[in-house]
């Protein structure tokens, strides 16, 4: 029972564009929401995070959008660049003893 | 400066051998974890140690034994090694448990023939 889906398995933008990366999950409990960029061969990274008290989040060239009511979040990316170029995991927790839950992943390809 | 440490990065061995793989942190952080990405690419966790304390233990056959002989060390210890048992193995850590970021290892790719 996939708690957290990632539905697009793979996204190509061109270089310049904006990549969005969608999220939704079917656990109400959740109220903390964090995106992971790997690159091949490396362990996952954490890029950002935004909590249920939230709608947004910035940092730079990320944006996680959050709407709780729809159970659903989305990371954009602008503009996107090659180096951008990775498989990005959604990932979530509720408060109390949930261990993170992740998608399984979307490989974003940035084509210059 | 790893901050979150494990080795081997590449394992392969034998059906029915026993293999350990390590990991250390120097975040000072409380928690430690173990992940495995199977084949489906599902990251799904294993194990979760806080101060050292085992706190999550999911549905892992038992000739996985993780053991944390401090807060910063978390190794992962596997029995009889099976063909399923091939996937990549993630260490992470992350201060206070569950619910916070975690930062993750380089991972550790197991095979098994």
């Known amino acids: 029972d996939q708690q957290v889906k990632q539905n697009s398995p793979s996204l190509s933008v061109q270089e310049g564009r904006i990549s969005i990366l969608n999220c939704d999950y079917t656990?109400?409990?959740?109220?903390?929401f964090l995106w992971y960029k790997k690159y091949p061969a490396e362990g996952p990274t954490f890029l950002i995070s935004i909590s249920s008290i939230k709608d947004k989040n910035e940092d730079g060239r990320f944006t996680v959008f959050l709407n709780k009511s729809a159970k659903h979040l989305s990371l954009h990316i602008v503009p996107s660049q090659p180096g951008d170029s990775a498989v990005y995991f959604c990932a979530a927790s509720g408060s109390g003893n949930t261990p993170l839950v992740f998608g399984k992943g979307t490989r974003l390809s940035v084509i210059a | 400066d790893t901050a979150v440490s494990q080795t081997p990065k590449y394992l392969v061995t034998q059906m029915g051998n026993d293999k350990s793989i390590k990991c250390e942190q120097n975040l000072g952080h409380d928690t430690m974890y173990w992940y495995k990405q199977d084949s489906k690419k599902f990251l799904k966790i294993m194990f979760s140690y806080n101060n050292k304390e085992l706190i999550i233990n999911e549905t892992v056959p038992n000739r996985f034994s993780p053991k944390s002989p401090d807060k910063a060390h978390l190794n992962l210890h596997i029995n009889s090694l099976e063909l399923g048992d091939s996937a990549v193995y993630f260490c992470a850590s992350s201060q206070g448990h569950l619910g916070n970021t975690i930062y993750f290892g380089e991972g550790s790719w197991l095979t098994v023939v």
């Open positions: 656990n109400s409990m959740f109220d903390y």
